[in-house]
């Protein structure tokens, strides 16, 4: 009798998939031992809720206990009952409870950032394709009267002097402000982020074969490209994500189990960065403005599979010492930096189970804004928006004193006062 193994391995393969999928509903749906996320009351302004202290492992690192991959004891999401709740006056500057917020814009916004006069904000509008200037008092003027329809993914660089655009069917532009030039490239690069000086960009360069698939680094116009690391099939593991200190240009995960996964820092010229383990799936990554730490959010079993956030350091001998859970649940995407240490994140009031998994079930949630000590690892309530906003993108302006946010069901563009 001929033994057909063909059929017997798609059988396996397809046994194994039920297993899996059936593993993730029931992880989602059935299973009673995660523990609950809890909620409280917000802390008052001036004071700090200080988190859960992690173990120190092997070496020396805070993190997890001791390589299980397991958070700390007290991981919550944002709480349930907020001043406007409870029916309290909004403040005109964030003093940790309701606090009125100012419409800039109602266009559909996308892909916000700080302005280079460190006050006004940059934005790329659905409604009509073009680029604008808003500046504090909601005056929005065009940098270019040219019209981009349709674009799905802004880079900025670091000078906001230039921007990529990438496009639904691959095709991808790079466009100066300052000079007008417009400049086409290569349609299989994608996932791109510029260098620190803003004169060169990194990208995946993917082909028809995996063996053809790499990251690369080229001049902003295309030229001078150079194959940095081959990729293979793992391509959707790299993050295209230029250090500001210039040391690294990407990011790479590596599954060690379902829970964890080795994270490694990719440089120009082939050097062996140490590695550092991250305590889930779904990562979103945001380096320091110096680049020395980096902010990251992950889900995993013991987050009911919702994002939580972590820092690491991230630099030289360094990398992974310092690891620390910061004992709230969001995504790394809805953070901004106000300096090195101090970090301002929009957090959900009530996030569903398994958000980390599936971000859809977030979008009707409203958020409330953290302060967080990066060095210390503590954090409070610094404000909780007159309007129940899905915020999608934080702005903090260069002297502080305002905090941009994107409401991601309109695309429209608030602002409140820090001081």
Known sequence: MVINYKKIILIVGFLLGCLFIGYLIYALFFKSTLPAVTTETPPAASSLAQLPSAKVGASGAVGADAGTGKLPSGEKAAPSETPQSLGQEAAVVAQGGLTQTTLLSSVSSFASTLSDNGADIYFYSRNDG????????????????????????????ANKQKVVMEYPDGANILYNFQTGQQLTLPKHWQDFDF??????????????????NWLITANEDGSQARAIENLGANYPAAYSSWSPNNLSVALFTESIDFNRQRLYFIGQNDE???????????????????????LYSVYSDATNLNPSLWVVDAQGENIGANRQSLGIQTWADKCAFSNETVAYCAVPVNLPEGAGLFPELAQNTADSIYKIDLTTGSYSLAAVPDGAYDIQTIIVSADERQLYFTDGSTGNIHKMRLK
């Open 272 to 294: 062996n960065f140490k590695s550092t383990t991250i305590e889930g799936r779904g990562p979103e990554f945001k380096w320091t403005p110096s680049g020395s730490r980096l």
């Open 195 to 212: 260098s620190p000086q803003s004169t060169q960009i990194v990208a995946k360069s993917i082909g028809l074969n995996p063996e053809n």
């Open 130 to 157: 073009q680029f604008y200037r808003l500046n504090g008092t909601g005056q929005a003027t065009a940098l270019s009267d040219k019209k981009f329809f349709n674009v799905a993914r802004v880079s900025w660089a």
